[in-house]
């Protein structure tokens, strides 16, 4: 099998190629606090053996599904390069993975084809330990340009697909973490294209408060958000 360390062009690519992999580890206890203190997730899964084991029932501290992610997206961006963009990345979380694994993202084209000006790259992606357990099966969508062909607009928004048709969303992003960017720029977005979007921001909230301090009543009114949504309400 052919991999494919760099791909700056679509035409450097054909289904079946690997492409380069990324390796992490051993994961130890400071990795995991490191992560958990920059996005703000305090849940003590990540952190505190004791209490993962006694009180939780896991095998031991568990890897931050967030950084699983970052991990896949990482990878993708390193192979795409300046010149290509990681448009769309899907994932499940299909096993634990535990303090001291060493983990690698893997990618595998799975088609290339030229869309317009453009070519789009679906690929397969996943997470596996030393011992090959795969936790995080996936697809990926990647636009690169054609050999000879326009850059891709720095504005990469133009490429979207219209959101007009984008069913209700309920949005949620604490005022102190990380993602509120993120939930920002989505709920301008959506209100933008005139879908029906609800949003919530409350001031000094960190990352998933309503689950970590259900006794706020940040977390009150966020959890009765969710039933009116679900109902909806």
């Excluded at 206890?29 to 958990?36: C, G, K, N």
């Excluded at 005022?175 to 959506?190: H, K, M, R, V, Y």
């Amino acid at each position: 099998m052919t991999t494919v360390a760099s791909c700056p062009f679509l035409e450097d690519v054909a289904t079946g190629q690997a492409i380069e992999q990324l390796t992490r580890g051993p994961l130890l206890p400071p990795h995991l606090m490191r992560w958990s203190a920059a996005i703000e997730n305090w849940h003590r899964i990540h952190y505190d053996q004791p209490y993962a084991v006694a009180h939780e029932g896991l095998p031991g501290l568990l890897v931050n599904g967030s950084w699983k992610q970052h991990f896949v997206l990482q990878l993708l961006r390193r192979w795409a390069g300046t010149s290509g963009w990681v448009w769309k990345v899907d994932f499940q979380f299909r096993a634990m993975n535990l303090v001291g694994e060493t983990l690698t993202a893997w990618g595998r084209v799975r088609s290339a084809s030229a869309v317009g000006e453009f070519g789009l790259v679906e690929l397969d992606t996943g997470i596996v330990n030393e011992d090959g357990k795969e936790s995080t099966p996936g697809t990926a969508r990647v636009l690169l340009p054609r050999r000879g062909g326009p850059a891709l607009p720095a504005d990469k928004t133009a490429l979207l697909a219209d959101l007009a048709d984008f069913p209700r969303t309920l949005i949620f992003a604490g005022g102190a973490e990380t993602l509120l960017g993120d939930g920002l720029s989505l709920c301008n977005a959506l209100v933008t294209a005139g879908t029906s979007v609800e949003a919530h921001f409350p001031a000094g909230m960190q990352h998933v408060w309503p689950t970590l301090f259900p006794e706020l009543p940040e977390s009150i009114d966020a959890m009765a958000a969710i039933t009116r949504f679900i109902k909806g309400a």
